[in-house]
């Protein structure tokens, strides 16, 4: 039975092999034009609103003085979610810091056994958020999208800790003894705080990369002449979600749906997510508590916008996207940034060997 499963599995990724060997090779075009704006995405976007947040997220693991941010959550903490103070405070930090970065914090705390496995498995459910600065790159600074992106962070924020509540209200954590180290900073430390960070951003935009390809299937297929236009949209966003940029629905069904979909972070994050924790973190739960964060933030962001909206409703507001439209400055600045961190990291090589 087994020897027929594994024959079974090699067939299928043979198939799959083939298929993509053709897909590459019939529908260049199309993939050419997606990987240039994917690329956009990743230079204007993604580098500016993840690379500083990660250096710190890096450095706050680094120095141990992520457990010391906790002591004023001490009573919240314990009384209301059941955890320890010090695990809320990572929490908190993972809902600013951007999605890979608290499966990236929990995989090193495991390593170090400064956490044990079980008790990371069920932090990962919550330690998940695309932070309020790739949330910007999505909506744009603008001030008049303030209110609107105010309801679509706190809805993730909120979805985060009733999930927490439920979660660890049923399961709760193994041990509430903590020994707490003073904070050591060194140059050494922020370096290879830097280098890491690098390393993992670049691991992260040519995962987006290799999905913008995936996403170009439905338009190569012609899966416009059966689904419309929107539903392709949202699709693709669940798939990769940067593609949530283009995302065109009347105010203001579209920052409901974009509060979803941020939630849930899109295939590519998770994948992004899977690669992080490897084996040191199983991530079934993980999976099905975005699934429900997806729906928790959907209806959070609705009753916010019911309450209150600043456009009339049904307006055609302008698309998000500023990935479309972007000036040569912003572009050159994170090349030259990606060139830094390329000179970095080869300058850590060669000290290794």
Known sequence: MFRCKKSWNKIIFLCLLCFSIYYVLSFSNIIYNEMNTAITRCLTVIFPSLYAMMIISEIVIRTGSWQLFGKPFRYTARKWFKIPESYYALFLFSQIAGYPVGANMLTKLVATEKISKYDAEKMLCICYGG??????????????????????FFSQIISNHILCLILFHKFPFQSFSQVYHSPAFSANIFISSVVSAGTSLLKLCAVILSFSVICTIPDAFGWDNYIDHVSLTILKSLLEVSNSVYITLPAPIRYVVLSGVLSFGGCCVLLQIRSVVGNTIRIHYFLISRIAALF????????????????PQNAQLPA????????????????????????LLHESQKGKK
């Open 296 to 311: 928790l933030s959907s209806c959070l962001s609705a009753l916010f916008f019911w309450l209150y909206f600043p456009y």
């Open 131 to 152: 932070g309020p600065a790739f949330l910007l790159g999505i909506l744009n600074s603008d001030s008049s999208n303030r209110y609107i992106y105010l309801v679509i």
């Open 320 to 343: 998000m996207a500023p990935a479309i439209s972007v000036s040569k400055g912003s572009i050159v600045s994170s090349i030259m940034l990606i060139i830094m961190i390329l000179l």
